[in-house]
């Protein structure tokens, strides 16, 4: 599992930040980025490169691999430093605490702000539970470039970051949005409990409403959730309930738009059931909703580039985490995920790369 460990930020020379960014730029079309490029893209000279990329490689930033030529790529630890680092340039964050939530697409940390508030900062993981999958689908002999995880993470936030923007200002209940880069996500800390945890409600009919309301709401604003259940609304001391998780959020014109409805009006309706007993005969369908808002257009209008949504979709369907994982790809996972290399010295990094 991706550990964020920020230790080694706070020493990080800015030489160090160019090598970084110069890997990332490498990646759009290279899945291994040769040292060469490197060079070529930071414009330092190629002994302080190298010297910049053993203490990146040492703190598992980097990832090291010799086939089929000597090449680097970012870890995830690697993306989550370039993301902070522009977050606290911008004045945004000051600091970084603990873990808060963990999924199979994200990481979730508290972060402080100059004023000292608490905010929560989300880290898009895809692909985190698929590296074994990924390797088996690579060809290095015909130079072909398989999914790029960061990418498609980076996606995901930009698509989290829009669909909250729309919401909170439709005057939906969801957490300020404050910020995104990268793969991350910076957002207001909303207080209560979330509802999975739940087990007592002074009114459980009014609640269980508002869930189903919010549904209803949504899909008069032209969007579904697509995961709205007990795991994804927060239930505040004063019963009001808050949204969480728009990664996945579709619009009703999706031509699966009726079946990702009825599961979220499902969902709400099995969790009070089975957590309070009780329920509705009242059947809620996407047809007899009347569409008064076009919010997914203002969210395609906003910036959130639509043609990258099948891309997306389709990483998610291909490579999802199933009950199937075993414990020897969990482990072949963590060691992906945390750098360790393959085929590589981890000793040492040769000064003379050989050229792609």
């Given at each position: 599992?991706?550990?964020l ?11 160090e930040?160019?090598v970084?960014?110069?890997i ?10 040769p ?12 002994s ?34 370039l ?36 905010l ?94 919010l549904?209803v ?11 709205l ?51 509705t ?20 209008a ?55």
């Amino acid at each position: 599992m991706v550990k964020l460990d920020p230790s080694f930020f706070r020493f990080m020379s800015k030489e160090e930040f160019r090598v970084l960014t110069a890997i990332e730029m490498g990646m759009r079309n290279h899945e291994l980025v040769p040292l060469e490029l490197i060079i070529q893209i930071s414009k330092l000279n190629q002994s302080l490169v190298v010297r910049s990329m053993k203490d990146l490689h040492k703190h598992k930033l980097v990832w090291h691999s010799t086939m089929p030529y000597n090449g680097y790529r970012l870890t995830y630890l690697g993306y989550d430093y370039l993301a902070l680092r522009t977050l606290t340039q911008r004045g945004v964050i000051t600091g970084v605490a603990q873990k808060i939530g963990v999924g199979k697409e994200a990481d979730i940390y508290l972060a402080t702000n100059e004023k000292g508030d608490e905010l929560v900062l989300k880290f898009h993981r895809l692909g985190r539970t698929s590296f074994r999958a990924v390797k088996k689908k690579r060809d290095y002999t015909k130079g072909r470039v398989t999914t790029n995880w960061l990418y498609l993470s980076r996606l995901s936030a930009q698509k989290e970051f829009a669909f909250m923007k729309a919401l909170y200002t439709k005057g939906f209940p969801t957490p300020i949005p404050v910020d995104c880069n990268r793969h991350c996500v910076l957002m207001s800390r909303v207080k209560g409990t979330l509802l999975a945890n739940v087990r007592e409600i002074e009114e459980p009919i009014a609640v269980f409403h508002q869930g189903l309301d919010l549904a209803v709401k949504l899909a008069e604003c032209g969007l579904i959730h697509c995961d709205l259940n007990e795991f994804n609304l927060i239930l505040s001391d004063d019963d009001k309930l808050t949204m969480i998780d728009f990664p996945q959020m579709v619009s009703v014109h999706c031509s699966e738009a009726e079946e990702f409805f009825d599961r979220d009006v499902g969902c709400i309706k099995t969790f009070f059931w089975k957590r309070f007993g009780f329920g509705t005969e009242e059947v809620i369908t996407l047809k007899d909703i009347e569409q008064t808002e076009n919010l997914d257009e203002e969210v395609k209008a906003s910036g959130f580039d639509f043609k990258n949504e099948k891309l997306l979709e389709k990483a998610r369907k291909e490579f999802v985490e199933d009950d199937s994982v075993d414990e020897e790809m969990k482990d072949d996972i963590e060691e992906d995920a945390n750098g360790n290399d393959e085929n590589s010295d981890n000793d040492e990094l040769e000064e003379n790369e050989e050229q792609e």
